[in-house]
């Protein structure tokens, strides 16, 4: 069977896309937020659409695939996970508490 015919198999998996933070506006309840350091972060250091498994891995698909990469504060949960994924430490996770 090849490509062209894939959508006709019956044991096709369905395929869906991210939709941003399906459980409405949750910023508000975190403890930590993520926040990018520009200068570690591979996108914004090489100017090239790269890495971006911070995108990839946020379960609320706030994290953008931009030039700078940005995050949805409204809808972040501060789970970390985009930090925990990032490959050079470019993402790290500050209290909520402290800022303004």
């Known amino acids: 069977m090849g490509l062209g ?3 006709s198999d019956p ?3 369905a395929r869906s896309k991210l939709c941003r933070a399906e459980g409405g506006k949750t910023g508000d309840w975190r ?10 972060c591979i996108p914004s250091k090489t100017g090239r659409k790269s890495c971006f498994l911070c995108w990839m891995y946020c379960p ?3 994290v953008s695939k931009t030039i700078p990469v ?10 970390g996970i985009c930090a925990e994924e990032c490959p050079v430490g470019a993402i790290a996770m500050v209290d909520e508490n402290g800022r303004d």
Do not use: L, Q
Not at 31 to 40: A, F, G, L, M
Not at 70 to 79: L, N, P, R
């Open 5 to 7: 015919k894939a959508h």
């Open 31 to 40: 403890s930590s937020r993520p926040e990018i350091d520009r200068s570690k």
């Open 11 to 13: 044991f096709t998996v």
């Open 60 to 62: 609320e698909g706030i």
């Open 70 to 79: 940005e995050i949805d504060y409204d809808f972040c949960k501060g789970c």
